[in-house]
């Protein structure tokens, strides 16, 4: 194999002639957090691009069609943007609870799908908004991808991910379970994204992640609570649904009980954090019976 060589576009152009000139393998680096883990094989040949310094690739930009977000992006400028926290809190709040401060300055949203992680924490949010990813092909051609269809390693670049605004429902939360209070890979995390009117749900969305190879939606539980009334009860069946996804997603895993019961008190603090509601509020206390 030919040996490593480095190279750091500055603008979109000069990537895209980069994609058409390169021969052999090619690997990106964005912010570097995942692919520099000692421990992780690093290319050993071919071009590795250096995404950090493309003009163009960093930008959040929310209009009437939905919200773009350039691949480099990185996760805390996604945590800190005023429009998306409006717009799609969850989103907001799971870039929030990456990793350091130190991590979320250097992560990036593109590195955060690609690297393909079970836990990845924006991932579950992006998957219920139903993302799609606008990607550069291995022959520099532009592609849209739905982030359900992405496989990493085909040399797929990431360059935006878009939220179609269908897609973003006006109430939103992200919740994560992990060892520890800060600086903690989730053990469990999951998005909802919800319609809510009147007392009852609308249209709901819930995906999420570390219940298998990538976060998934969690059918059962969006019907338990699409369309119905907020109450104990309804509550209670959106307990039961988690439990049962719980079940379908890792059965016979040594971690099954452990998550059964842990989603079950993340499901409530979802609903209430997405609505604004104290979890401890007495509508939750008769759920959690
Ligand atoms: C101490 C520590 C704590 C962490 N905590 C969390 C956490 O709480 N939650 C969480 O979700 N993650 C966490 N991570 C993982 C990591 O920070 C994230 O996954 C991050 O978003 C990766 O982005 P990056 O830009 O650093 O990726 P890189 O390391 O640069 O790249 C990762 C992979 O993605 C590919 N890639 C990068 N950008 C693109 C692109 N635009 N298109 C296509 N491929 C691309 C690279 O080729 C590489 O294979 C943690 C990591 C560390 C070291």
Redesign the pocket.
Known sequence: MSELSVATPGDMAELRAMFAAAAGPM???????????AGRPLPMGGLLID?SRVAG?AFICADDGGIRIG??T??AAIAADRGLALRLPALAEAAA????VQ?RN??????????A?P?????PVLVAAGARLG?IGRDGASCELAICDYT?GRG????EVILPRNGLLPYSAFV?L?PRQD????RLNIALLAEFQDGCFGDVRIAAGALGPRPLRLPLAEAALAGKELAPATLRDFLSALTAEVDAAIPGRGSQTYKRRAIAGLGLDLVAQALGLSPRGQLFEEAAQ
Do not use: E, W, Y
Not at 156 to 159: E, F, T, V
């Open positions: 690997n990106f680096i964005a912010g570097g957090t995942d692919m520099l883990i995404l690739m691949g480099a990185t996760v609870q990456c990793g350091s991590i250097r992560a990036t949203v593109g590195g955060n799908i690609a690297n992680a836990a990845a924490d924006l991932v990607c990493p797929h670049l990431i360059a994560k992990g600086l903690s890979i989730s």
